[in-house]
C-alpha cells in the first residue's frame, strides 16, 4: 500500500441487463451506490462514481492502494455477485452474472470475468482524468484513439508545440493470444507501434507512460472467450485517460473519437460497426439497433486528494452530434452486407461464436 500515490481503478462487468443486452437496471446502480458507499466508509476506498455502458455496470473508483489491490479487487467482485443475486436474478434481468466467470474469488479479478483498467499515480496540482468506457466491442478498439492521442502528431498538437510532450510516450502492448507484453518506445519507434496494433483483435495497448515515467493512461485488456474458451460476450473495454499540463489537453483526448471507426463487436460479437460516441444519458447510453451499434460514453473528473470531481459527460455535446450521424450512415452501410464479410467477422475471430458448431454438422457432406 503506497500512501502518497492516488490510484484510479476502473473495474466492470456485464451482469445482467434489459432488454436483452441493452442497458443495466436502475437497481442495479442503486445497490452499487449502497455498497460502495459502506466500503468508503470502512476506508476500503476513498471515492467512487458508479455509472454505466450500455448493459455494462462500471465502477470508477479511487484509493490510497495500488494497483491490482486485493481488498479493492474484492470489493468489487462482492459487489457485483450481490447486484446479481439481489437484482439481477429475482428480476430475471438477461445474462444474470454472465462476466462473472469464476467459481469464487481468488485475489485479483483479472481473469476471472470483470474487465479492469487501474493507474497509480503522484497528483498533480490538479488533475484531470478521463475515464471511456464502451459496449459491443473489445479492448483493441481503444488501439486507434490512444495511438493518435498520445502518438500522432496530427491529432495531438502538444507533441509538437509543448516541450513537456514533445519526448513522446512509451506504449506497453499486450499480446493477448501469448500472454506476452512488449513497451515500444515513441516517436522512435512508431511504425513498429503500428505493425503490431493494427492487429487489434491481438496486440492491445494496456499502459501508456511519458518517456519520463509519468504513468499516462490504462486499459483493460480481458478477453472473456480466451478466458473461457467459448463466446460470452464482447469484453466492452474501459479506460483511463490523464490530461493536460504535459499531458495532452482534454481536447485534444476527446478529438480522435470524432471519427467512428469500425470496431469488432456489435451483434454476437461477431460484426464489425463504427464506434459511436454518446452521451451518459439514458437516452444514448444504450444499444438498440443490431444490438448496438457498439459505442463509448467519457467521464471527465479532476482527481482532488483522491475525491472524484465530476462527473462532465464528455460526449453529451452537440460537437458529436455528426460523428453520430455519421456513424448512422455507416451503420446503414455496413448492415447491408448482412452476413457477409467483412460486416461479420473473419473465420479466426468466429472460432469463439457459435458459428463453429453450425460449420461443424456440414463436414460430412463436403465431397473431393
Ligand atoms: C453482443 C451481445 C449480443 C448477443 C445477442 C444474442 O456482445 O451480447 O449481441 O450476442 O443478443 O444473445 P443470446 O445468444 O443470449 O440470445
Ligand atoms: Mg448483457
Ligand atoms: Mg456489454
Not at 444474470?96 to 498533480?124: C, H, I, T, W, Y
Not at 512488449?182 to 493494427?198: R, S
Not at 460470452?232 to 499540463?245: L, N, S
Request: net charge negative.
Amino acid at each position: 500500500m503506497s500512501s502518497q500515490k492516488v490510484t484510479v481503478s476502473v473495474i466492470k462487468a456485464d451482469v445482467g441487463s434489459y432488454p436483452g443486452h441493452g442497458t443495466v437496471h436502475p437497481q442495479q446502480i442503486e445497490v452499487a451506490k449502497t455498497l460502495l458507499e459502506k466500503a468508503r466508509k470502512d476506508g476500503a476506498i476513498v471515492d467512487f462514481f458508479v455509472t454505466h455502458a450500455g448493459d455494462d455496470l462500471e465502477f470508477i473508483m479511487t484509493h490510497r492502494r495500488g494497483e491490482n489491490d486485493k481488498r479493492v479487487h474484492q470489493l468489487a467482485w462482492d459487489t457485483f455477485k450481490e447486484i446479481t443475486d439481489k437484482v439481477s436474478k429475482p428480476l430475471k434481468l438477461y445474462g444474470a452474472g454472465q462476466d462473472l466467470l469464476a467459481e469464487a474469488f481468488s485475489g485479483n479479478v483479472k481473469g476471472m470475468g470483470p474487465g479492469v483498467a487501474e493507474l497509480e499515480f503522484e497528483e498533480r496540482r490538479s488533475d484531470p482524468v478521463l475515464v471511456f468506457m464502451a459496449d459491443k466491442t473489445e479492448p483493441g478498439a481503444w488501439n486507434l484513439p490512444l495511438f493518435r492521442i498520445f502518438g500522432d502528431p496530427f491529432n495531438t498538437a502538444g507533441l509538437i508545440i509543448d516541450p513537456a510532450l514533445h519526448d513522446g510516450f512509451t506504449f506497453e502492448i499486450l499480446d493477448v493470444m501469448e500472454d506476452q507484453s512488449i513497451k515500444i518506445k515513441c516517436p522512435d519507434e512508431t511504425y513498429d507501434l503500428l505493425a503490431l496494433i493494427g492487429t487489434s483483435s491481438r496486440y492491445v495497448i494496456s499502459k501508456i507512460y511519458r518517456n519520463d515515467g509519468m504513468p499516462a493512461a490504462a486499459a483493460s485488456t480481458s478477453r472473456l472467450s480466451l478466458i473461457a474458451g467459448r463466446y460470452v460476450g464482447k469484453d466492452d473495454p474501459v479506460c483511463i485517460v490523464r490530461a493536460q499540463h504535459g499531458l495532452p489537453a482534454v481536447g485534444e483526448v476527446l478529438e480522435p473519437f470524432a471519427f467512428p471507426h469500425l470496431v469488432a463487436g456489435w451483434m454476437r460479437g461477431s460484426h464489425l460497426g463504427p464506434l459511436m460516441p454518446v452521451s451518459m444519458n439514458d437516452v444514448q447510453n444504450r444499444v438498440t439497433r443490431f444490438d448496438g451499434p457498439p459505442r463509448v460514453v467519457g467521464a471527465g473528473f479532476q482527481v482532488s486528494d483522491a475525491k472524484l470531481i465530476g462527473p462532465a459527460d464528455l460526449f453529451g455535446d452537440p460537437a458529436y452530434d455528426r460523428t453520430r450521424q455519421v456513424a448512422n450512415e455507416i451503420t446503414d452501410y455496413m448492415r447491408r452486407h448482412g452476413p457477409f464479410m467483412p460486416h461479420r467477422l473473419g473465420p479466426e475471430e468466429m472460432e469463439y461464436t457459435t458459428l463453429p458448431e453450425v460449420l461443424e454438422k456440414l463436414k460430412t457432406r463436403f465431397k473431393k
